[in-house]
């Protein structure tokens, strides 16, 4: 049997044991292949870290491709609800990405598998106020003491509760030049959030977390804005022209060009569910982590950095 298929199993079983609000150990222990963080230079491959922060030992992976030796951007992947770093980190392909174009991501792990992403989502982490915009923003600060990170070219991604974090990270920091949530919404306070390039994947038949906004019938019952709202008032905050669409197949693009080059884009694909598009169809890890099957109308993940590389 596979490394790969014995993680998918053992994450199933995890998460189903689990499940979102209640039953996992609270605070995750480092693993031994996990060391604390410090001031050493992030070596070659996928790495695990820890570090302390509101009383807790918080875990992420880093993976850094071969041939970096000067400033390059970092992707921080954050993994949904039931997830992990390490799933994700073998799930969406973002490795392969890395290696491709020459930049570091970051896999943080969330507290009890979900984020607080604000609006009483999600369990543990919301009904213990966990703050994980604190934990993330020292993560980014960790990897930038031992890798030559571009502070400039800081991107965040992730899928549904992850993609939520994404929304969170963008009120709530500077840290970050764009964010691409898939399958996910804006919930909580946003009240003065800085001008940051949007780019939003979503599935017009998502029940997790609907398109068109209002509960969802997933296991968090997500109950938020519909994404055309959440995208029109990112529009508003970037101060974005008017913006443009095309069609192609299942897949409408509606981008907007914004001042100093920034940009929101809208990626809505037609009768996709709650997914990553182009990620490998696995139906173990797919029920376990509440996924669909993924669309192949797109590669999110290419379509995603794209975006990121195109930003001043």
């Known amino acids: 049997m596979s490394g790969y298929l014995r993680t998918l199993i053992a994450l199933a079983c995890a998460a189903l044991v689990c499940g979102i609000v209640v039953g996992c150990k609270a605070e995750q222990a480092a693993s031994?292949?996990?060391t604390t963080a410090g001031t050493a230079p992030i070596p070659v491959g996928s790495t695990g870290y820890s570090l302390r922060i509101g009383g807790l030992t918080r875990t992420y992976h880093v993976y850094r491709p071969a041939g970096v030796a000067s400033a390059a951007p970092l992707v921080v992947f954050l993994h949904g609800?039931?997830?992990s770093g390490e799933q994700a980190e073998q799930y969406y392909g973002w490795d392969a990405e890395a290696d491709a174009h020459g930049f570091f991501v970051a896999y943080p792990d969330g507290y009890d598998r979900a984020w607080n992403v604000g609006g009483g989502c999600c369990g543990q982490?919301?009904?213990r106020d966990?703050?994980?915009?604190?934990?993330?923003?020292a993560m980014v600060t960790q990897i930038e003491r031992g890798a030559p990170v571009d502070a400039r070219r800081v991107f965040a991604t992730g899928i549904s509760n992850g993609g939520m974090m994404d929304y969170r990270l963008a009120c709530s920091t500077t840290i970050f030049a764009a964010i691409g949530p898939d399958s996910a919404t804006e919930l909580g306070a946003c009240a003065d959030p800085a001008r940051i390039s949007v780019i939003h994947i979503h599935g017009t038949a998502d029940h997790n977390i609907p398109y068109d906004g209002g509960p969802g019938d997933g296991y968090a019952h997500i109950d938020g804005p519909a994404v055309p709202s959440v995208i029109a008032t990112w529009r508003q905050v970037d101060g974005c022209a008017a913006p443009?669409?095309?069609?192609?197949g299942a897949v409408t693009t509606s981008v907007a060009h914004c001042p100093d080059g920034r940009g929101v884009t809208l990626i809505t694909i037609a009768g996709a569910g709650h997914q990553w598009p182009g990620s490998p169809d696995r139906p173990l890890i797919q029920k376990a982590l509440g996924l669909d099957t993924p669309s192949t109308a797109l590669d999110a993940t290419v379509v995603i950095w794209s975006f990121f590389a195109g930003q001043p």
């Open 32 to 34: 031994s292949s996990t």
């Open 81 to 83: 609800g039931f997830g």
């Open 125 to 127: 982490p919301a009904s």
């Open 130 to 137: 966990i703050d994980d915009v604190a934990f993330i923003s």
């Open 244 to 248: 443009s669409s095309t069609i192609s």
